[in-house]
């Protein structure tokens, strides 16, 4: 009976010891790049009949690459589950041009031993609405709201999106070649296909960081291209760059300056 007793003792211990959660906080700032052909962008809002807002007449003067933005993502990573909070700030002339205004995005979901999940997306650009996804695996429905108005739905399928796909691989394996996922920007859900490509050299708090870029297959349906470097060690995004085609006319550059625990 006692050895019995010692037996069920340790099973339902490590029962519990497997079932702790274990949480991390951490830090990522970033500066953002942004390279803009405006006459692009004029040409396709001409094309379909509207106008530049906003952004895109604050955007207008830029020639070149110009630092835009300054942006901090807050993530806390257990091993269930995950959140990312994004603020991006704008630089000195966008930010009086734009009043202030910040992009805020929010990501949370499951954190997998194959990478993560979102169970909900959100971003706001300033004064404007919110958009989002949100994620129902009982309900077997993704659901895509601005402000708190239902827009449209789609059958539920696992996803990424556009915010936490940098924070995929963190302390898990890298894919060998390619990998396939769904993704959202809470508009839609797309397929995309990362394909592996070389290794980079980073100089990062005086140290070489060794990267390995991905690079997104392209299409002329979906033109948008994506490359996010992912060091080797701890699989941390060093940078990505996002080219948004002739219908934007712009390329997202971010480059990681610090990460800490917090």
Request: aromatic content about 12%; overall charge positive.
């Amino acid at each position: 009976m006692k050895s019995l007793l010692a037996v069920i003792f340790l099973f339902v211990a490590s029962s519990t010891s497997a079932q702790k959660v274990s949480s991390s906080n951490f830090q990522f700032e970033y500066e953002m790049f942004l390279q803009v052909d405006f006459k692009k962008r004029e040409a396709y809002l001409q094309k379909i009949g509207k106008k530049p807002d906003a952004y895109e007449k604050a955007i207008s003067f830029i020639k070149g690459s110009v630092h835009a933005a300054n942006v901090i993502d807050k993530l806390n990573l257990t091993n269930q589950t995950y959140s990312v909070n994004s603020t991006a700030s704008l630089t000195t002339a966008l930010n009086i041009a734009l009043s202030g205004q910040q992009l805020k995005k929010n990501s949370e979901g499951k954190n997998t031993k194959t990478g993560l999940t979102t169970d909900f997306y959100s971003e706001r650009r300033g004064k404007s609405p919110s958009i989002s996804a949100s994620f129902n695996n009982k309900t077997k429905k993704v659901e895509f709201y601005k402000a708190r108005t239902l827009v449209s739905s789609n059958p539920y399928v696992s996803s990424l999106d556009i915010l936490n796909i940098a924070y995929n691989f963190i302390d898990k394996k890298l894919p060998d070649k390619s990998f396939s996922f769904f993704i959202t920007d809470g508009k839609s859900i797309k397929k995309y296909t990362m394909n592996r490509a070389e290794v980079w050299n980073f100089p990062f708090n005086g140290k070489n960081i060794e990267a390995v870029r991905f690079v997104k297959t392209t299409s002329p349906s979906d033109p948008v291209s994506l490359e996010i470097w992912y060091s080797t060690t701890n699989q941390l995004p060093m940078r990505y760059v996002i080219g948004l085609s002739d219908k934007y006319g712009a390329t997202i550059r971010a480059e990681l300056k610090s990460y800490k625990k917090i």
